[in-house]
């Protein structure tokens, strides 16, 4: 918990930290074959001489190479999969769109179309990485993925080995910055669950859901209540699956609109007063979900995403299908034993398919080698807001600090001008 003094001060937020919760929501290579080195040439010069080495190519890392090629600064961008922005092409659901409005998800440099509706689709938003991809010339590196970085003392260097997933080789490279941009979702999370490998049905991560037109008619549990889960549920009981949603920890449940309002009112308000509202304004538009299986935490919804990086769920429609029936809340999962899932308080129903929507681990532990102050065991910065970004030796970290695209996008402008003044 924390102390008075820590609760006061989050909850007295200065003008200066309103962009913080605006986030609320929204070269040369040396190939090495067992015993033999081959050097290669043959890439463009920023390439074969970068002063910045990018790891991922999620927005993040796109919103830092286009600040990067605005200052004509030589880097490369390392991508572990064959295209940019791989979550949102290939890993997301077909109904995903930004949970915040256009003007707080724009990366720098480029805004939205006035065309674009106000919470953007992820088909439009696909299109606006492609624009912005062809714009500033982004070239990342596809199918390198990282598997290890570490700073030498004496060249004052970073060096990166990465695999190159099509041949096999591992990829050496060196710059004098790192700019780790490899996102807060990396490797998605199932927990390990007593019996899961007993399960007679269909086991997916919410990176494997499309959509709920195959699922009509079946059995489907949905763990996890963030904002995926939430939505996922929603998609399964509108293509007629019978859908359950395990819901383990009280969450706050707010509307688009509630957000926008808070957001705006924080300009001039306290987080605490600004709380006080928004729980008010829920239990008018919601009324009491206890009934229904969710509870409303004690904390408010803006110091819980300070406080701790938790997101409140934007209701897009799940609260009225719980409240008709059409989506059961269940109690924390706790064992499987073949198609019969139970729950905590010791009742078990019958599935056919269960959809974890149960996060990510972020790998970065994995491959960053020396870092004892940017980073913690868990991918996250260690330095707290605004000074995040920036480690030692010419690390940083983009989109790590759970702040969303905004963040990311101030977090790019940060690093690079940081970089600009070192150079």
């Avoid at 999620?58 to 200052?71: I, K």
């Avoid at 996922?232 to 707010?254: E, K, Q, V, W, Y």
């Avoid at 809340?329 to 198609?339: D, F, H, K, T």
């Avoid at 010419?394 to 759970?402: D, E, H, T």
């Amino acid at each position: 918990m924390c102390s008075f003094k820590a609760t006061r001060s989050l909850c007295f937020l200065p003008h200066s930290l309103y962009n913080n919760l605006v986030l609320f929501y929204c070269f040369s290579t040396t190939k090495i074959k067992g015993n033999e080195i081959d050097r290669e040439h043959s890439f463009p010069e920023k390439m074969q001489n970068p002063v910045a080495i990018i790891v991922g190519a999620g927005p993040s890392g796109l919103a830092t190479s286009a600040c990067l090629n605005q200052h004509s600064i030589p880097h490369i961008l390392l991508e572990r999969e064959d295209c940019y922005a791989s979550l949102w092409k290939k890993y997301s659901y077909d109904r995903l769109r930004l949970h915040l409005r256009k003007q707080f998800c724009e990366l720098p440099h480029m805004s939205f179309p006035d065309s674009y509706p106000t919470y953007v689709p992820k088909d439009q938003f696909l299109q606006y990485l492609d624009d912005y991809v062809s714009h500033f010339k982004i070239s990342p590196m596809y199918q390198r993925s990282v598997e290890f970085a570490s700073f030498d003392e004496e060249a004052k260097k970073w060096n990166v080995k990465a695999r190159n997933v099509s041949s096999g080789e591992i990829e050496e490279y060196s710059a004098r910055f790192l700019v780790v941009a490899s996102g807060e979702t990396s490797n998605p999370f199932i927990p390990k669950f007593e019996g899961l490998n007993t399960f007679t049905g269909e086991v997916i991560h919410s990176t494997g859901f499309k959509n709920g037109k195959t699922y009509c008619d079946k059995n489907v549990l949905v763990v996890g209540s963030g904002n995926s889960g939430m939505e996922i549920a929603l998609d399964l009981a509108n293509h007629g699956a019978r859908t359950s949603i395990a819901i383990r920890s009280p969450i706050h449940i707010l509307s688009r609109e509630m957000v926008y309002l808070g957001l705006n009112m924080l300009k001039y308000f306290s987080c605490g007063m600004v709380d006080k509202v928004m729980v008010m304004l829920s239990k008018l538009v919601y009324g009491d979900l206890s009934k229904h299986g969710i509870n409303r935490p004690k904390e408010g919804p803006f110091f819980m995403k300070v406080a701790y990086g938790k997101y409140p769920v934007f209701d897009v429609g799940t609260c009225n299908k719980i409240k008709s029936g059409e989506i059961q809340v269940l109690p924390a999962l706790e064992s499987i034993r073949g198609n019969e899932v139970v729950f905590e308080n010791g009742k078990s129903h019958p599935f056919d398919t269960i959809v974890f929507c149960t996060g990510f681990e972020r790998s970065t532990n994995k491959w960053l080698k020396g870092d004892d102050y940017l980073l913690n065991e868990d991918g996250i910065p260690k330095p707290s807001y605004p000074n995040h970004w920036k480690g030692k030796d010419g690390l940083y970290c983009i989109g790590l600090s759970r702040r969303g695209l905004y963040g990311a996008s101030a977090d790019a402008q940060n690093v690079v001008n940081d970089i600009k003044a070192l150079i």
